[in-house]
Structure formats: structure tokens, C-alpha cells
């Protein structure tokens, strides 16, 4: 059963993924995951340069850290294990797991090379979009992140015995 809770769990993440992604306002909300130099055009952009919404590095993993620790608490709480250590590791990865998808498959095969994530005036420039250092960034993070969320809900679901 977990096997298969973390595969729908990487499968539903590529899709919220997917349907996120397609016009430059949607593209717009994940602009942070984007190479500098095409977080500079855009922001620099009179049509786009105002709708760009900024948000602090750490405003943005406190609210990824809840939505992954309620999100993953309520994942496993049905299947949940006695005692914090086998709760933890299930958790951790799970989590994992989940961002190391997100870093080979979505990020580094899907994200660089589709054309559905490409800003309108820089579509035909694909080679600004391969530079994969924000990827692997957001990949360390995400290791801290999940590692937290796993900590937090191995306590929570320790202290829900069944």
C-alpha cells in the first residue's frame, strides 16, 4: 500500500504541476523555479514585469513545510504505524521520494525541455531554460523540508496509537 500511495502521490504532484503551467500567467506563479536570466526578462517585461507577485524564500517553505506536514499526516494516518521511529522513516520516504521525482522527472526531463513552461517572448530560446542550478536548489531544500515534515507528523502519529 505504500508503494502505491507514493507513486499516486508523485503522479498527482506532476499534475498539479502540468494543469499549472501553459500561459504566461499560470508560468507566472512559479517563477522562482525559473534560470535568473528569465526571472530578469520577465520581470523586466511591461506586460508581465507587474503581475510578478514576490514572495521571501523563507515565506515560501514555511507555507510548503505546513501544506507537506498536514498533507502527508493526513496521507498516512489510516496507515499508521505504533511507535515514532517506523512512523518517521515511512514519512521520510515517502517525502523523499516525492522530491526526488520532482528533481529528475518533473524538473531536470520534463520542465527544461517542454514548451508549456516557456514565457511568450522567449519560446524560441529554449537553452535559457536548461540551466538546472534552481532545480537542484529547490532539491536541497526540499531534503530539509521533508525531513522536518517526517519529524513532525513521526510525533503526531506516534502519540495516535491505534
Not at 124 to 130: E, V
Request: one cysteine or more.
Amino acid at each position: 500500500m505504500f508503494i502505491v500511495t507514493t507513486i499516486c502521490l508523485c503522479l498527482a504532484f506532476w499534475g498539479i504541476c502540468y494543469l499549472g503551467t501553459g500561459t504566461d500567467e499560470k508560468n507566472l506563479m512559479s517563477l522562482s523555479a525559473y534560470p535568473k536570466i528569465i526571472q530578469h526578462m520577465v520581470k523586466n517585461d511591461p506586460v508581465l514585469g507587474p503581475q510578478v507577485k514576490c514572495i521571501s524564500a523563507w515565506a515560501s517553505f514555511l507555507s510548503n513545510l505546513l501544506l507537506y506536514t498536514v498533507l502527508m499526516l493526513i496521507i498516512c494516518f489510516f496507515d499508521r504505524e505504533d511507535g515514532f521511529f517506523p512512523n518517521f522513516w515511512k514519512l521520510l520516504i515517502m517525502g523523499e521520494v516525492l522530491n526526488l521525482f520532482d528533481l529528475l522527472v518533473i524538473d531536470l526531463l520534463w520542465w527544461r525541455h517542454t514548451k508549456r513552461i516557456r514565457f511568450t517572448k522567449t519560446k524560441n530560446q529554449p537553452k535559457l531554460y536548461h540551466d538546472p542550478k534552481n532545480h537542484l536548489i529547490s532539491f536541497a531544500k526540499g531534503t530539509l523540508l521533508f525531513f522536518i515534515a517526517a519529524l513532525v507528523d513521526g510525533l503526531i502519529l506516534s502519540c495516535c496509537q491505534k
